[in-house]
């Protein structure tokens, strides 16, 4: 394995990839570039809607299989650029461009993976796996491709963690609520306020301590972050909607969290989806383990990834820091794309699953 010429690669391929505009749900010159790049290496790549993925060329049905993932969309740029967010900058052992930290290091360093793997022989398959829309959680993303996908025994998520292994990831649920009162005069004694009505609730929400803590996550966190009501100063309003932010642990599942909180509150309740769940993997696995033996420290992520769509053990992991991302002048260090690879090479080679 030549780490060094992997590393030069993989950085050469990061700034190609920051100067190509990658919003979520447009992700189609990426794909198409990253597509050619994999084409020009040796390999068979294939696409669903803008996810690339590749199979490494001695598959065998018989062993397990390992994923490898990382996202190649961006948000939006932050306001407060000084430089343009496409244009790759090399200053003071840094890169800095748009999606350099969130997601494009881990993308390339895991790709570099990929690629040096090939070389060894393992007990394991690998895919490498570029997905789309992870920004968004859209439904065009990883989601859209895993089921063509042979079933896998892990998948490593690479997203920002400072190459520690995040063995749990709090799920989201957005919940839609309803008061709903009686339209009359402000002036008057008439009518039911929704807005009243709707106070009780909304402390709820704010006050409730559900029972079950995750040992790395913690409790389970709700959030109103939108509200609205009323149509002019002298009406007293029928209606009144507020939107919540369910971030949950590992002790439920979003369609629990549901059924507790719809026979707790007055309100009407309605999920957008019980999509986004919260994953965890067991300390005990044979991955975690490699990665406590080399000195990661295993923690719970509050940020969600595409591990909550991925149906089997997952681990996310990758280099840079998550409080980069989403940040204007976003970065990553030259120093940390070189231990990621040689980080992601210590824990893959020899690993049995």
């Given at each position: 394995?030549?780490?060094?010429?992997?590393?030069?690669?993989?950085?050469?391929?990061?700034?190609?990839?920051?100067a190509?505009?990658?919003?979520?749900?447009e992700?189609?010159?990426?794909?198409?570039?990253?597509?050619?790049?994999?084409?020009?290496?040796?390999?068979?790549?294939?696409?669903?809607?803008?996810?690339?993925?590749?199979l490494?060329?001695?598959?065998?049905?018989?062993?397990?299989?390992?994923?490898?993932?990382?996202?190649?969309?961006?948000?939006?740029?932050?306001?407060?650029?000084l430089?343009?967010?496409?244009?790759?900058?090399?200053?003071?052992?840094?890169?800095?461009?748009?999606?350099?930290?969130?997601?494009?290091?881990?993308?390339?360093?895991?790709?570099?993976?990929?690629?040096?793997l090939?070389?060894?022989?393992?007990?394991?398959?690998?895919?490498?796996?570029?997905?789309?829309?992870?920004?968004?959680?859209?439904?065009?993303?990883?989601?859209?491709?895993?089921?063509e996908?042979?079933?896998?025994?892990?998948?490593?998520?690479?997203?920002?963690?400072?190459?520690?292994?995040?063995?749990?990831?709090?799920?989201?649920?957005?919940?839609?609520?309803?008061?709903?009162?009686?339209?009359?005069?402000?002036?008057?004694?008439?009518?039911?306020?929704?807005?009243?009505?709707?106070?009780?609730?909304?402390?709820?929400f704010?006050?409730?301590?559900?029972?079950?803590?995750?040992?790395?996550?913690?409790?389970?966190?709700?959030?109103?972050?939108?509200?609205?009501?009323?149509?002019?100063?002298?009406?007293?309003?029928?209606?009144?909607?507020?939107?919540?932010?369910?971030?949950?642990?590992?002790?439920?599942?979003?369609?629990?969290?549901?059924?507790?909180?719809?026979?707790?509150?007055?309100?009407?309740?309605?999920?957008?989806?019980?999509?986004?769940?919260?994953?965890?993997?067991?300390?005990?696995?044979?991955?975690?383990?490699?990665?406590?033996?080399?000195?990661?420290?295993?923690?719970?992520?509050?940020?969600?990834?595409?591990?909550?769509?991925?149906?089997?053990?997952?681990?996310?992991?990758?280099?840079?820091?998550?409080?980069?991302?989403?940040?204007?002048?976003?970065?990553?260090?030259?120093?940390?794309?070189?231990?990621?690879?040689?980080?992601?090479?210590?824990l893959?080679d020899?690993?049995?699953?």
């Open positions: 394995m030549n780490l060094n010429n992997s590393y030069i690669e993989a950085v050469t391929l990061l700034k190609s990839l920051i190509i505009p990658s919003i979520s749900r992700e189609e010159a990426v794909s198409d570039f990253l597509q050619e790049y994999l084409k020009a290496k040796g390999f068979e790549p294939r696409r669903k809607n803008n996810n690339i993925y590749v490494s060329k001695e598959f065998d049905d018989s062993r397990p299989t390992l994923l490898l993932n990382a996202h190649l969309d961006t948000v939006k740029p932050a306001a407060g650029w430089t343009d967010p496409y244009v790759p900058i090399e200053k003071e052992g840094r890169i800095y461009g748009l999606g350099s930290n969130d997601d494009g290091a881990s993308l390339v360093c895991l790709l570099a993976t990929f690629m040096l090939q070389d060894t022989k393992q007990a394991y398959n690998l895919i490498f796996l570029a997905s789309a829309e992870e920004e968004i959680s859209g439904k065009n993303g990883i989601e859209s491709v895993l089921a996908l042979p079933v896998c025994s892990l998948a490593i998520v690479g997203e920002p963690t400072g190459m520690h292994p995040a063995v749990a990831e709090k799920g989201l649920m957005v919940l839609d609520c309803i008061s709903r009162g009686v339209a009359g005069h402000a002036a008057r004694n008439e009518g039911q306020n929704a807005i009243y009505k709707a106070i009780p609730d909304i402390e709820w704010r006050n409730y301590t559900f029972p079950k803590v995750s040992q790395m996550l913690g409790a389970v966190k709700t959030t109103v972050t939108q509200i609205n009501a009323g149509t002019q100063h002298n009406v007293v309003p029928a209606e009144c909607t507020f939107v919540v932010d369910v971030r949950s642990n590992d002790c439920y599942s979003n369609q629990e969290l549901y059924e507790l909180i719809k026979a707790s509150v007055a309100c009407e309740v309605k999920p957008r989806s019980f999509r986004l769940n919260s994953s965890h993997i067991s300390l005990e696995h044979s991955f975690v383990q490699k990665a406590i033996q080399l000195g990661r420290k295993p923690f719970g992520s509050p940020t969600l990834s595409d591990q909550s769509l991925i149906p089997y053990p997952s681990v996310k992991i990758g280099p840079g820091q998550s409080s980069r991302s989403h940040t204007s002048e976003e970065y990553i260090c030259f120093d940390e794309l070189k231990e990621a690879i040689a980080m992601y090479i210590q893959l020899g690993l049995t699953l």
